[in-house]
């Protein structure tokens, strides 16, 4: 971790070990303190459900806008569900300000693929512009895979994508859900 980012960090509180890194503002700006956060967690208890026991107790963040926030910790210690919580997909106790009024991005990490074409699934509902296609074929290193599967990318990638390896789902599916929505 960078030293700048370690000067900034501010642990979420819980027992899980996760912590939030907070690079502070992407261009200068001075009065990013002033600013009103994006999205603010007071004592926060997150549960999967609302008939769950909480996986995240006494949550307190801050999110500025124009900063960079990432958040880390071990395996198995809470943040996807944080992130679920930042999104609103979740069941919170406790004062959450912010959600549903900002835009955010999110790829989930678990792949997931329809039955349709691979193109289908990499494009997703856009409309299919050849050249950005092949700059996304060639960033995902898809190019030799897709040589390799009878029929290409007009191939049906199976229920789940169930003709291609994991490491073919992860790149064929990071395309089209890799997103931000306003």
């Not at 502070?24 to 007071?42: A, V």
């Not at 329809?114 to 699934?121: A, F, G, P």
């Amino acid at each position: 971790m960078p030293p700048a980012a370690r000067k900034s960090a501010c642990a979420v509180s819980s027992e899980s070990g996760i912590e939030l890194l907070n690079s502070g503002s992407s261009p200068p700006n001075k009065d990013i303190k002033t600013k009103k956060p994006l999205i603010e967690f007071l004592n926060v208890s997150i549960t999967p459900s609302i008939d769950a026991e909480p996986i995240l107790q006494g949550v307190n963040l801050q999110i500025l806008p124009s900063t960079l926030t990432m958040v880390v910790g071990p395996v198995g210690s809470g943040k996807t569900t944080l992130l679920r919580a930042l999104l609103g997909e979740v069941h919170m106790n406790g004062t959450a300000i912010g959600i549903d009024q900002t835009s955010a991005g999110y790829c989930d990490q678990v792949s997931w693929l329809r039955n349709i074409s691979i193109r289908d699934n990499i494009i997703g509902p856009a409309r299919f512009d050849e050249a950005w296609y092949d700059t996304v074929l060639s960033c995902c290193l898809l190019q030799e895979d897709l040589r390799e599967i009878s029929g290409g990318d007009t191939a049906l990638a199976g229920s789940g994508g169930a003709i291609l390896s994991g490491g073919q789902k992860q790149r064929v599916v990071r395309p089209s859900t890799a997103h931000i929505s306003d």
